[in-house]
């Protein structure tokens, strides 16, 4: 049995052409879920926080309003950088956080 879901992909890279990261989600009309962000090795130190600013634009022009994603509860980083981004927490358990924000 197989299963084919339609993903969003938006890739970042700068003047050279060279994919720096991607990030993986579902777009559905007003509304994003972000499900994997991934930088390979060839990002630079800032890289990340350059992609997720690109991609957050990018939803914005493409008419989406809400962000939302799931971290693991304990990654303290993860949370910090989702508030730097403007990102609120609206549900926490033992396993996940639960963070979302308007574009």
């Known amino acids: 049995m197989s299963h084919v879901v339609h993903k969003d992909i938006f890739t970042y890279y700068e003047s050279d052409e060279q994919v720096l990261g991607l990030i ?3 777009l559905r009309g007003a509304e994003a879920d972000v499900e994997r962000i991934v930088m390979f090795p060839e990002a630079k ?9 690109a991609g957050l634009a990018e939803l914005k022009m ?12 304990l990654d303290s980083r ?3 950088l989702a508030r730097r981004f403007g990102f609120t927490c ?5 396993n996940h956080a ?3 924000r308007k574009v």
């Open 98 to 100: 639960h963070y979302y």
């Open 45 to 53: 130190r800032g890289d990340m926080v350059k992609m997720i600013k």
């Open 62 to 73: 493409r008419g989406v309003e809400r962000v939302a994603f799931v971290i693991p509860a």
């Open 78 to 80: 993860l949370g910090a």
């Open 24 to 26: 993986i989600g579902d």
């Open 90 to 94: 609206y549900f926490f358990d033992e």
